[in-house]
């Protein structure tokens, strides 16, 4: 089954900086809850956005949701420090987002996630920017997981984000990034494979139409896992369909429960 | 690029057997152009309908269809003496729909193709009936490509159709399906791969989402081509934008045409 990674407890959106900002835990709570509802499997939590607030706002924030979250969190930060505080707070296995290859991100992780039991998400992102090939991909997840192997981290806890880039900008980046992933689910079949879908469609109208149509895409790839809102119910009514279609739901009981709820509908 | 084959001229449509009947010339042209705006590359007539009528039925349509078809004609009978005479009456290169490895309808069909300059579309059906497994549908593809390449029919001018199978009755006839055109793919790269796809949601509701996520997954695993009503606009919004993003679509021309003439939209 496909896991949905929740996105929106996140600072960078207009409303939900302002309810960290007047300590508005309904607000943030609701969210959660709603989140859930609609299927989410993790939900992530940022608080980034307001400049020399994120460790207090981190905090705040793992408080009021931890105890109204029936799934596992996502501690989301570049900041070892804020993540080592947010750790110690958590009830269930949190999802670590994110290391990368780049040099200052990866050596502030690697002693942080040492021993560690927690899953990650480990960016195909290195010094020299976003991956340029198929091969460039599959290479720069390899070295992911087998560094972070060395540190502890089995394999099944590592989903590794391939970095969806815009189409527009070039027509074969959507196979760039498919191939990889085949060939990354290929060498470790037990690796995740998650990240975000929109950049996709960077640049080019109608862009949940594109979103769609790649994630089923990326799912028939190997891409057991996506960070997304879980209120878009289009998308989450393509991830039901397409995780039926790829025979991950038996007398399709979860798609009939969809259709019967309301959340798959034309 | 995707070909659309338009499946609307069929007697089995209860308004085009009421045209068929009156010999009502214009709606039948009418519904051509319209399946040729929407994107069709070839237009299927099938006269199959009306017993005993079927001669003088494809006699007539072909009449008034060619001179308004820009397009070239699939000629879907299973009866060779009407493919004859239909084939006769051909101004561009016709596609046959369809021969199968069912004894009957292969022997009569082989003497028929044998020697002629046209495409084909080569049904994975046999007297034993559906294929029952990936391997099976490979199997049943490569004796009809062996087949017809030895009666002079070349490789790329075969349009295998795999039969997609309903998910409703077991939940790996989608993965049964993709990975049996994949395999097809790898044996033989110049080979067309098309058919119906609503089989895959028979017996479930909200048929159409199941529909365009099913054929966006056929799509990434090689077919090139499917049997549908063009006129239907989420399907057709759905190939164009699944073609761009497997790398058909420079620049993303296409994708852009389509939503400044509103036919991709959400």
């Known amino acids: 089954m496909f ?7 996140n600072t960078s959106r207009k409303l939900v ?10 607000y943030i709570i609701d969210d959660v809850k709603r989140q859930q509802e609609a299927g989410a499997n993790y939900i992530d939590v940022n608080a980034g956005a307001r400049i020399g607030h994120e460790e207090e706002d981190m905090r705040w924030l793992l408080e009021n949701i931890q105890p109204n979250a029936a799934v596992p969190l996502v501690l989301d930060s570049p900041d070892p420090t804020i993540l080592e505080m947010a750790f110690q707070m958590m009830e269930k296995t ?3 987002n994110s290391i990368s ?3 200052e991100r990866f050596d502030a992780m ?13 960016l195909c992102m290195d010094d020299t920017g976003m991956p340029v090939s198929s091969d460039d991909i ?4 390899d070295k992911l997981v087998k560094e972070l192997n060395a540190i502890g981290i089995p394999t099944g806890s590592i989903y590794i984000d391939p970095l969806v880039q815009p189409i527009s900008i070039d027509s074969s980046k959507g196979t760039m990034v498919l191939d990889a992933v085949r060939a990354i689910k290929k060498k470790f ?11 996709i469609s960077y640049g080019l109208p109608q862009r949940q139409i594109i979103n769609r149509i790649f994630v089923t895409m990326m799912m028939d790839a190997g891409m057991d896992s996506a960070i ?4 878009d119910r289009k998308i989450m009514a393509t991830i039901r369909t397409a995780d039926m279609l790829l025979g991950h739901d038996q007398f399709c009981m979860n798609f009939l429960k969809g259709v019967r709820s309301g959340a798959i509908a034309s």
């Open 17 to 26: 900086q302002s309810a960290v900002a007047n300590r508005d835990a309904g």
């Open 110 to 122: 690697m002693p942080f996630l040492k021993g560690k039991e927690c899953r990650v998400i480990a």
């Open 189 to 199: 079949p037990g690796v995740h494979i998650t990240g975000g879908l929109s950049n």
């Open 228 to 231: 997304i809102d879980p209120l």
């Open 3 to 9: 896991e949905v990674i929740g996105e929106r407890i």
């Open 138 to 141: 599959v290479g720069r997840a």
């Open 94 to 96: 949190p999802m670590i």
């Open 101 to 103: 290859l780049e040099k």
